[in-house]
């Protein structure tokens, strides 16, 4: 039986006009899920009980669970356990302009990212949308506060889970459902060129960011196995092409790790590589982990290599550093529980 929360306002439509009813049920059951927030079908108290009966039949509007939460200094770390006993995670931040959610889109990861908890474990299996949007409706439940920005950053590559990505998107960002502004909305990957091809074709206004994390293919190959397959050029190429047809900036993360991509000689090919786009870099210092060799730069080697970027032109930030005390590197509080 298939969760509601699967369904695109669209695709809700067409379900109706399937069963012979009228367009317009898809709005008035969208308002039921997404603004007063029922817990089951016999709430929506202004639907005909044949339909009633159509949904109860056809659809489940079961929830996944949070089973662990870790607390920090303005972030809050979510574990849940899907349906299946797999686990998944999600991060709550506190910034100045709201509260920002970085969600999972799989439970694991086969990027092999080799600095990144959540490629330790592999992938087990896509997210369903559900299993996406509940993140987010469980955690305003909780915090009984409304979260205005989307990651998707958590655990899993989320352009290996395209069209369930692509579909959470839309039911978040409809008005009707839980109206996230698409430039409130940032989808990270590590550089799957043919489906960042696809995704500029969608005609949003949502933020693309790449984990590039090295400005060469010697360096890119030994932490990120994807670059084998998608090499930097390619993955310029494809930013190029983007910006183009999009005239969207796109944001580079680069995790800065101890004597692997921090050197003066990396900011300065960095510095090549990107100038002229209309992108910034994101720094991020790397949160260690307890079964991961890679350490995290040093304060002034962090700041040697903004400054060198800054000096060439480079827009860059630092990423604001969250939740290093309760494990919220991505994966981490995923494995423990996977491993006990």
Partial sequence: MNNIYNYTLEMLEEYFLSI???????????????????????????????????????????????????????????????FDNRYIEAVLMEHDYGKSLCISTQVGCNMGCKFCESG??????????????????????????RISHVVLMGIGEPFDNYDNVMNFIRIINENKGLGIGARHITIS??????????????????????????????????????????????????????????????????????????????????????????????????NETNNIEYKRSKNDKIMSFYDILKRNKINVTIRREFGSLIDAACGQLRSKHEEE
């Fill in 20 to 82: 012979r009813d009228k367009k317009f049920r898809a709005t008035q059951i969208f308002d039921w899920l997404y603004k007063k927030r029922i817990k089951k079908f016999e709430e929506m108290t202004n639907i005909k009980k044949d339909i009633l009966n159509h949904l109860k039949n056809e659809f489940n509007i079961k929830k996944i669970d949070i089973v662990d939460i870790k607390e920090g200094k303005d972030v809050s770390k979510y574990l849940f356990k899907l």
């Fill in 120 to 145: 330790r474990l592999k992938k087990v299996r896509n997210l369903e949308t559900y299993e996406m949007v509940e993140q987010i409706l469980l955690i305003e439940e909780k915090t009984k506060t």
């Fill in 189 to 286: 990957t590590c550089g799957l060129v043919d489906k960042i091809e696809k995704f500029m074709n969608e005609n949003t206004q949502v933020n693309l960011a790449i984990s590039l994390h090295a400005p060469n293919d010697e360096i890119r190959n030994k932490i990120m196995p994807i670059n084998r397959k998608y090499r930097i050029k390619d993955i310029i190429d494809i930013v190029k092409l983007y910006i183009k047809n999009t005239n969207r900036r796109v944001t580079f993360e680069y995790i800065m790790l101890d004597g692997i991509n921090d050197s003066s000689t990396c900011a300065y090919e960095l510095s090549d590589l990107l100038k002229g786009l209309n992108a910034y870099v994101n720094i991020i210092p790397y």
